[in-house]
């Protein structure tokens, strides 16, 4: 079998001017806790959560998006434009080269994809992280994307939802990367005030700058299965009390167990559950009672 394939195929199809056909590198996905092989198309078919496990994959930001709103149709919100690579930062590599880099990976201009759309009816401003961006950090251009989304929930009386993934602030960026941290602090305090329900779905990895501003801040924490949610990683806090921390630490069942989420979901139940949540914060009809 190796000898057709490796030899007699690729002849014939130089003979008849044929293309080799490339095999994705991603077609068989490992599950991470039983080591499950699954098909792509299956893995994304099933909202990229492993079927047998139920373990949460890491979702792309734009198809989290096009699964949360109602027939996959929103507003894509524009991404501000903001200083790029303002302190002309190095370290083995140049910042900017990094922006390009996962720029051309993502086919986005920087973590922050939003819109604006219907879920189950309800509309609302969903903000969400893309973690193969720079592991999702926080910077200028993705402070400045959660304010403007912020503003546009406020024009459109309407809920905000985010779905945090990041390893927290970007470091190349460094204090002007902190300040974003107050700025989208005072938009959820807007947001509140106008009487505006704010939702966080707290995705795996929450962890860091995020963590400590805008991701605890919501007037309801929801988290999916198994998430990493903190803001000191479990090594850093084991190497600095020196003691051992329990299993589990820092995850999404911990957490709730502990009084810091409200409650666990299954990313196949998200669209449901928040339009639940929302019809009763903004004192809506049920949308499944009006069907």
Not at 51 to 67: E, I, T, V
Not at 132 to 152: P, Q, Y
Not at 155 to 168: I, N, R, Y
Request: aromatic share 6%.
């Amino acid at each position: 079998m190796n000898w057709i394939t490796n030899y007699v195929r690729p002849k014939i199809n130089s003979m008849l001017g044929r293309p080799e056909r490339e095999v994705p590198e991603n077609l068989w996905i490992k599950c991470p806790e039983t080591g499950e092989m699954v098909f792509h198309k299956d893995l994304e078919e099933n909202k990229w959560v492993i079927p047998a496990s139920g373990y949460h994959m890491k979702m792309p930001a734009k198809a989290r998006l096009l699964d949360l709103f109602d027939d996959g149709q929103y507003e894509a919100f524009v991404q501000p434009k903001v200083a790029t690579d303002p302190l002309k930062f190095r370290d083995s590599k140049k910042y900017i080269d990094r922006l390009k880099d996962s720029r051309t990976k993502t086919e986005q201009d920087d973590t922050i994809v939003a819109g604006l759309g219907r879920v189950k009816g309800v509309k609302l401003v969903a903000v969400v992280h893309e973690f193969t961006f720079m592991g999702g950090s926080l910077g200028m251009a993705a402070g400045e994307a959660i304010v403007k989304a912020f503003e546009r929930a406020l024009a459109e009386k309407c809920p905000l939802v985010l779905f945090p993934a990041s390893g927290g602030a970007r470091m190349q960026e460094g204090i002007l990367s902190l300040m974003q941290m107050p700025r989208t602090t005072v938009m959820v305090d807007m947001l509140k005030e106008a009487g505006l329900p704010y939702i966080v779905v707290l995705t795996n990895p929450t962890t860091g700058g995020v963590t400590a501003s805008y991701a605890m801040l919501g007037d309801l924490h929801i988290a999916e299965p198994g998430a990493e949610i903190c803001f000191a990683g479990k090594r850093v806090i084991e190497q600095t009390i020196r003691e051992k921390l329990p299993p589990g630490f820092q995850t999404s069942e911990y957490l709730l167990e502990h009084g810091m989420v409200d409650m666990v979901v299954d990313r196949r139940e998200i669209a449901d559950t928040l339009a639940r949540v929302l019809t009763i914060l903004m004192k809506q009809p049920d949308p499944a009672k009006a069907a």
